[in-house]
Structures are given as C-alpha cells and as structure tokens.
C-alpha cells in the first residue's frame, strides 16, 4: 500500500471526502508540501495503533 499524495493546498478544497475516503476505503493519503511528504490522512484504526505503539515504547 504505496498512498496517494496530494499537495496541501489542494487538501484544503476536498478535505472532506479524502477523510471519507479514509473511512470508507482505508485510503492513505500524504499530504505534500513543496512536493516533501509531512503528514498523512489515515484510517482512525491506523492512527490509534500508532498512537498505542509509541505509548507502549515509552513505558
């Protein structure tokens, strides 16, 4: 699962269907700047199991 990417500016106008996206399709998106990846739009379940791996490190 290589993702799509998209620049930020042109996040901003569909937002909303790349979170559906997400949702619906488990859809990974990286957001782009000056074409350098910074962020990423994922599934809740991928976010919450990177959130309860990196808590699991610092314990």
Known sequence: MNGEEIGV???RKIL????NDARDTGQ???L????RRI???VP???A???LNHNSQEKS
């Open 16 to 19: 909303g269907h790349l979170a």
């Open 44 to 46: 809740r379940h991928i």
């Open 32 to 35: 782009t700047y000056n074409g």
């Open 28 to 30: 990974i998106t990286f």
């Open 48 to 50: 919450e199991q990177a």
């Open 39 to 41: 962020a990423a739009i």
């Open 9 to 11: 500016e042109q996040a």
